[in-house]
């Protein structure tokens, strides 16, 4: 569905806010997504997907990186531009247990969805959590609350986040995580060491994000593949195969 | 004023509404699509291309996008012809719109098996044959590059089912035409092109191709001229009918194809960006042939052959 933008601002380095108005038409999870088509049909051809950092009456937030030509693109666009949704889709972050003890760990741009998770887990569930938040250095800090770490030590702890989050998880911790590939997977060998629970969203290529052009993948541990637009984007760790990763 | 223009194609004892078909590969099994578009608007879909067996596929990285395009080797995932008959089926049976199965196999009798099984079917109103996969019994060269491999396939393919069969070609051969002939005088019912282009991304940081499968199959826009161009071809050397399939993406395209030969069209990767597609594009030929007083669309199938 075409909407219209109501704000895309540079927050931090090369990190941008977009809010588009909100139809009311649909309820959003955190961690679900929606796949923007950035442009007219041809170029860029695929839609992105991005998750949703913050869902309110009044919008639908999303905050992405420009990584790309698609992204760069999306970053010249205009309030009153109309930008084209298909959404929301997958399945976001699951029940939370409240006898848990909640950690939210998330690197670079994907800790966009924990500022919605955030949200709803202090207005819905009214349960504390702790958060801790990577990034490579101070310049791409753009949220305002969790410990954070920075990998050139420019700001807070120096190192990555799972270090910084080592000490924190025991075997009550319940850990929502959505980074880098390579930071959800020291996660994971982590979370089996420590024996914790762990919903974990992942990031794919993806050309429909309607599960049907198989795209997506990921190996499971079954020897399987799961499609991270439908079957995810959020899994449990200890389906994944981590070593295909 | 749009109402009064004649969509409506027949291929052999078939009669479509419309001319417009789902791609296979393209539109899953059908149903996944039933919260975006009404299926019964459509002319047909081609259903995921169905194995004797189970396939898991290829591993991942799968995709890539390409200017304009996308480059693919998702190696076939399907849920085999035996769970397509009794899980998927039973989903889309009732709709009324034609059903298509694409199958592919690694060798004849691998076809053969499908194509008897899928016989059985009131649901499944065609057949049409992916002869872009490798045989194995023939050293692993492709089958549709080959005229007497084609035409041997749709021989014995002919020959195990009463529905129509149409062929599915190979855009990466020498002479498209010599294959569609053969495909012809083999008794295939129509043929369809064309599959995807192969192509390859290397990630240049890894210093490796970039898919796991190494090449992929290029489709989308960006190869929209490549498809007509070889229909236009086609459609002077053969009688059969002609569906013409590759990088379609508005009507205008479509119309193009359709011009250059084709009876039917397929929609492809467009299905992945816009999933309600196929009902545009629909849409938009009926206009344009409003427009242009064209009373039926089969007016204009080969007419850019006149020139």
Known sequence: ?245 | MANSVNMSVKLSNIIFKNPILAASGTFGYGFEYQKYLDLNMLGGFIVKGLSVKEKKGNKPPRIVETPCGMLNAIGLQNVGVDRFVNEKLPEIKDLNTHIIANIYGSKEAEFVEIAEKLDLEKAVSAIEVNVSCPNVSKGGALFGKNPDSVFNLTKLIKSSTKKPVIVKLTPNVEDISLIAEAAESAGADAVSLINTITGMVIDIKAKKPFLANKTGGLSGPAIYPVGVRMVYEVYEKINIPIIGVGGIYNSDVAIQYIMAGASLIEIGTANFINPDITVKIIKGMREFLSRENIQSVSDIVGAAHSM
């Not at chain 1, 999870?29 to 929606?34: E, K, N």
Request: net charge negative; aromatic share 12%; glycine share 10%.
């Open chain 1, 1 to 245: 569905m075409e909407l219209k933008i109501l704000e895309n601002i540079e927050i931090a380095s090369n990190i941008y806010s977009l809010k588009i108005d909100n139809p009311a038409l649909f309820d959003v999870v955190p961690g679900q997504f929606f796949m923007v088509k950035i442009n007219g049909f041809d170029y860029p051809l695929l839609r992105r997907p991005f998750s949703v950092a913050s869902f309110e009456d009044d919008h639908i937030g999303i905050i992405y990186k420009v990584v790309g030509e698609g992204t760069k693109i999306l970053s010249d666009k205009k309030p009153g531009d109309f930008i084209d949704l298909l959404g929301p889709l997958g399945n976001g972050f699951g029940d939370v247990e409240k006898d848990k003890k909640i950690l939210l760990v998330g690197g670079g741009i994907g800790i966009a969805p924990f500022i919605y998770l955030k949200n709803v887990l202090e207005n819905d569930y009214k349960i504390s959590y702790k958060a801790f938040f990577g990034f490579n250095t101070k310049d791409e800090i753009y949220i305002d609350f969790g410990e954070i770490a920075t990998i050139d030590g420019s700001y807070g702890f120096e190192g990555n986040v799972v270090d910084m989050v080592e000490n924190e998880i025991d075997n009550n911790s319940l850990i929502f995580a959505c980074g880098p590939t390579i930071m959800l997977k020291r996660l994971a060998y982590l979370c089996y060491e420590k024996n914790c629970d762990m919903q974990v969203s992942l990031e794919s290529r993806m050309a429909c994000g309607i599960g049907v052009c198989l795209g997506c993948v990921i190996e499971t541990n079954d020897k399987d593949f799961k499609r991270v637009c439908v079957d995810g984007p959020v899994f449990d760790y200890k389906d994944i195969a981590w070593q295909t990763l």
